[in-house]
């Protein structure tokens, strides 16, 4: 039984990273400060009583080195952040203070108390940029193009940092457009979620330019699988979790126009400063050093969420 300690675990992610932590038999602290988390979302890990403890408070706190203290983590999967293009737009300070203030806060308790390995979620649809071949190598150039691309990214010259001079072990997961259950749809970052619940509701949603932007779709499911691997695999890499193919917003709105029975025609609005035209990555090096493949269908990781939102 290893110790974890999950930030952001009340989130999307989060919370399903702390789920599959517990169904395998670990003890799970999950720090969160509900900004964007919901704790309904921990319904599940619960229930699995005294292994799972759960902190309402923010990544940044003083409070947070006693909490490493006193349940000494051997691994932290850090996924607190401030999550959005959009709110990174409008408030760049705020997104800096959280992403790069709040994550140096966790890796300094981390390296403080022994902890042995770091798991960090990096953005793969922001921090390469608009990349010049597709699908996008994690070698390519990093031209983030909005300052959550950039608070994200610049994390990996810390991680590098911590593992050459203070002797942490870590593993940086550039994550594609993860969907599935849980996804907040009042946020930002979520389009299926966005798309399919106003569907449900039979309210047209809004396509942001003209639809033939390109998203790489990875399920949840399978984002947590690599996560879990990253735990033992992955050393000092940053390594892609995507699926390698680009799905327009035009096809998406599409196939989920098909499964939630919706027959409207979609509005339109200008594309937002800070989004990229294209984007999808390449997996073949999360099957090199994690054994990940991308396993979920869209059409079928589709089906799921919308099962999930209408609550079947
Ligand atoms: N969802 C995606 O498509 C995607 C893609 C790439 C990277 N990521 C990264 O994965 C991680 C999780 O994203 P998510 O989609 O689950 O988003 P989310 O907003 O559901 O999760 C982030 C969690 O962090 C919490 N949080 C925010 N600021 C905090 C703070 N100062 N202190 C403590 N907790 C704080 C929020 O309350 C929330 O529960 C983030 O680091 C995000 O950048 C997500």
Redesign the pocket.
């Given at each position: 039984m290893t110790t974890f300690l999950v930030?952001?675990?009340?989130?999307?992610?989060?919370s399903h990273v702390c789920d599959r932590l517990l169904a395998e038999g670990h003890r799970v602290v999950a720090?969160?400060?509900?900004?964007?988390?919901h704790i309904a979302n921990l319904m599940e890990a619960r229930s699995y009583g005294k292994a799972f403890t759960f902190f309402n408070?923010?990544?940044?706190a003083e409070g947070l080195l006693p909490l490493f203290e006193r349940y000494r983590p051997e691994v932290v999967v850090h996924?607190?952040?401030?999550?959005g293009v959009r709110p990174s737009l409008a408030d760049p300070v705020h997104d800096a203070s959280?992403n790069v203030m709040?994550f140096l806060n966790v890796m300094e308790c981390a390296v403080r108390t022994g902890v042995r390995k770091v798991v960090y979620?990096?953005?793969?649809?922001t921090m390469y940029g608009e990349p010049k071949r597709l699908p996008v190598k994690e070698t390519a150039p990093g031209r983030p193009i909005s300052p959550y691309g950039i608070s994200?990214r610049v994390a990996l010259d810390y991680l590098a940092y911590y593992e050459r001079f203070r002797g942490i072990d870590w593993t940086a997961l550039a994550?594609?457009?993860?969907?599935g259950p849980r996804?907040?749809p009042s946020?930002e970052?979520?389009v299926v979620g966005i798309f399919a619940t106003k569907m449900l509701a039979g309210e047209a949603p809004t396509i942001f330019g003209d639809g033939n932007q390109t998203r790489d779709f990875v399920f949840i499911d399978d984002t947590v699988h690599a996560i879990a691997l990253a735990v033992e695999h992955g050393s000092g890499r940053l390594v892609n979790v995507g699926t390698g193919i680009e799905t327009s917003v035009n096809r998406l709105y599409e196939m989920l126009a098909a499964l939630t029975g919706f027959a409207g025609q979609p509005s339109y609005g200008p594309l937002p400063p800070g989004e990229l035209r294209r984007i999808s990555l390449d997996p073949s090096l999360a099957a090199e050093v994690l054994g990940w493949k991308p396993w979920t269908h869209l059409e079928d990781g589709l089906g799921e969420t919308v099962a999930y939102l209408k609550g079947v």
């Open positions: 930030t952001g675990g009340a989130g999307f992610i989060g720090v969160d400060d509900l900004s964007t988390g408070m923010d990544v940044r996924l607190a952040a401030q999550a959280v709040g979620a990096a953005s793969g649809g994200k994550l594609a457009n993860v969907y996804q907040d946020g970052a979520g």
